[in-house]
């Protein structure tokens, strides 16, 4: 016992007595913060506290700290701690200024007890153990969250009943029709010619439904981890790195975000370029050329990453052979889509990029040529708040590891971020919660890992804790409210069913104008339109009034003499049928 006392009295020294009691109040914190019903900033949470009993609860702990909590265990203890506090809390503010504040904190504490922090070695079996655990919990996550919002009718026309109804006439005629897209049958190609969509079509075939494509979204964003977890190895990082890099990607918040809008042929984008990333860096060309070659068929404007990729390898000195190939064939596809796309399409969409184009008659071209004009102004449009904000969410959970750079040619990697999602005045672009930053963030996590092989090795394994420790943290803030979506679909359990009972009445054969949450569940109606887009007349049309009734009221007074109601629930849904004429024909 006398043993005790004199190592408690032996660890009274001043760094680990205000240590001790900085941890002990943050303990007493967490735990108060987690047990209370308020939210930690309100003044009930404060008002339902006892300052007596929360100083007594510290001193005590204060007290077994100091005898039970070695001091080399300090640093573990203030960071786990500080984080699950911050964790809880800004799940609570979801404040992004909050969340970098937080992460600052405990980034200082990391930086602070860096010489005390050592982590066993972890093997292979281990790693890849946990990052198959860490794909099926994210697949599990995204998936299932994506698919519930489904299920309760709260996704959108734009962009989940176009994919819906898109796949439906894809497995049917092999081409991807739609007419809830741009109000009338179109293929999708017209408006972004996107041949991988295909690669979906096996999975549809099996399960013709919606769900399917949400889920297969989930995981094939959750496979990025296979070619990050390969490049780590290439980059030679250890274990203990690889594991916290993937952790750091399935928490990061726009790999998160970008999949709940809700399906978007961007979602391969960054699987498909880290894996041409990967094959680059291995030196195997036919793979990488593939990889290449796939992720251009995403998207029209995807050619424009496989050029930045290859003017990479070109600086660099990677490559300059497959540098000087991949430059040359993705100028040549960007050229003949957009071509293409302008005499069979609605051509490229550059009106998002009107901020750089002054000329009357301009094109993406003048973007180029106006910023050579005049540099000065692409940094006034760069460094707008809101895309500082955007900057903050994607570079902050990383602990700005994209840039720690050695090389020059390293920034190349940075700028498809700087084109795609901050020149632009399209405010999706530069929003986590829109499909505009699946390739972006494939770039960022391939410097992360190249910067991680060259870095001081304990400067990299705390920029690393750091960045763990801030992607949780703003995990809570940004995405953990996601799952709210649960707790509703249980409460409107009653309101869905009244809703697929109403729309099952709709005979399957007959043109729908539809409330744009409703058009997802009618994935599988040829004749499908959003009714506030839509100039169609249809043989049905469907009111969604959980949440406004002025389209319906308006409707409703202005078509008696075409429409007759043939069903109302109210705060729910409403239908309306054409009336039939006196040859027997509805309008």
Not at 452 to 467: Q, S
Request: hydrophobic content about 50%; overall charge positive.
């Amino acid at each position: 016992m006398l043993g005790f006392f004199k190592s408690g009295l032996g660890a009274l020294t001043y760094k680990n007595v205000i240590s001790k009691i900085i941890l002990s109040i943050i303990t007493i914190s967490f735990f108060t913060t987690a047990a209370s019903s308020y939210k930690f900033n309100t003044a009930e949470y404060f008002n339902s506290i006892s300052f007596g009993g929360y100083f007594f609860s510290a001193l005590l702990l204060f007290a077994l700290l100091i005898f039970l909590l070695p001091e080399k265990l300090n640093g573990y203890t203030m960071i786990f701690i500080s984080t699950a506090l911050f964790y809880i809390t800004n799940s609570q503010e979801k404040n992004i200024y909050f969340a970098l504040v937080s992460s600052l904190v405990v980034g200082g504490m990391v930086f602070y007890f860096a010489n005390q922090l050592k982590f066993p070695k972890l093997n292979k079996k281990i790693i890849i153990t946990l990052c198959i655990v860490l794909g099926a919990l994210f697949t599990l996550f995204v998936g299932g969250i994506t698919i519930i919002k489904f299920l309760n009718h709260r996704t959108p026309n734009f962009d989940f009943g176009i994919f819906s109804q898109m796949y439906h006439y894809l497995s049917k005629t092999f081409i991807p029709y739609t007419t809830c897209e741009r109000d009338m049958l179109l293929s999708h190609f017209a408006v972004h010619f996107s041949p991988i969509l295909y690669l979906g079509l096996p999975f549809y075939w099996v399960f013709p439904h919606p769900s399917t494509i949400l889920a297969l979204q989930a995981f094939v964003v959750a496979l990025g981890i296979l070619p990050i977890y390969k490049l780590a190895k290439h980059f030679n990082l250890s274990n203990n790195k690889t594991l916290a890099v993937i952790i750091i990607y399935v928490l990061h918040p726009t790999v998160i975000a970008n999949n709940f809008y809700y399906f978007h042929e961007n979602c391969f984008l960054t699987v498909l370029l880290l894996f041409t990333f990967y094959f680059a860096e291995k030196g195997k060309s036919i793979p990488t050329y593939i990889f290449a070659l796939l992720t251009m068929m995403v998207k029209e404007d995807a050619p424009i990453y496989v050029l930045f990729f290859g003017l990479y390898l070109l600086f660099s000195n990677k490559s300059k052979l497959k540098g000087t190939v991949l430059c040359s064939i993705s100028v040549i596809y960007f050229a003949v889509v957009t071509k293409l796309m302008s005499v069979f399409g609605q051509g490229i969409m550059t009106y998002r990029y009107e901020n750089f184009i002054f000329e009357q008659d301009g094109s993406i071209y003048s973007v180029v040529i106006n910023i050579i004009k005049n540099p000065a102004y692409l940094f006034e449009q760069l460094l707008k708040i809101e895309k500082l904000e955007f900057l903050v969410l994607m570079l902050v959970p990383m602990a700005l590891l994209p840039f720690a750079i050695k090389k020059p040619s390293r920034l190349i990697l940075i700028l498809p971020m700087v084109l795609i999602n901050l020149m632009t005045e399209y405010k999706y672009q530069y929003d986590i919660g829109f499909q505009y930053t699946y390739a972006t963030v494939a770039f960022l996590f391939y410097a992360t890992i190249i910067n991680l092989n060259e870095l001081d090795k304990r400067f990299a394994k705390r920029l690393l804790i750091c960045a763990v420790c801030s992607s949780l943290i703003f995990f809570a803030s940004v995405n953990l409210q996601k799952t709210d979506a649960i707790k509703t679909y249980e409460n409107e359990k009653y309101i869905v069913e009244t809703i697929n009972k109403a729309l099952d009445t709709i005979p399957m054969d007959r043109s729908i104008k539809s409330s744009t949450f409703f058009i997802p569940a009618l994935w599988n109606r040829d004749l499908v339109y959003q009714y506030d887009y839509s100039d169609e007349e249809t043989d049905y049309v469907v009111f969604d009034l959980r949440w406004d009734t002025e389209y319906y009221d308006n409707f409703k007074e202005q078509n008696s003499d075409k429409y007759k109601e043939v069903l109302y629930q109210k705060y729910t849904i409403a239908i309306f049928e054409a009336k039939q004429t006196k040859d027997g024909l509805s309008h």
